[in-house]
């Protein structure tokens, strides 16, 4: 798992209503958190075309806690349902054969 700094324009960042998974060093949210936050990176695999499972989930966000973050907004590989998911996927440089985690500070 590799920790990737973003260096991208501060923006508003999507909001939502997603739910946390597991008990993990961080909560890692499966859509986009309720409250605002701002992107600090990403983490991946080396071998980012592969689906997470739960051990991958909680590596993902201890490596995100030892980067800063607050939690982990996994963005699962393949199509994105929404025009909103597939700009952000874009905006991070997570191609859509990847699997990632945001990794992401409340403000």
């Known amino acids: 798992m590799a920790f990737s700094k973003y260096d991208g324009e501060a923006r508003s960042?999507?909001?939502g209503n997603a739910f946390t998974d597991g008990d993990f060093d961080v909560p890692v949210y499966r859509g986009w958190p309720e409250k605002p936050y701002d992107v600090i990176?990403?983490?991946k695999f080396n071998n980012p075309g592969i689906d997470w499972n739960r051990g991958d989930l909680k590596l993902a966000a201890r490596t995100a806690k030892q980067a800063g973050g607050d939690a982990?907004?996994?963005?699962p590989r393949g199509a994105d349902p929404s025009p909103t998911a597939s700009s952000t996927r874009q905006q991070l440089g997570i191609p859509p054969g990847e699997t990632a985690g945001v990794v992401i500070r409340w403000r």
């Open 13 to 15: 960042w999507p909001t």
């Open 41 to 43: 990176g990403t983490v």
């Open 72 to 75: 982990v907004i996994l963005v």
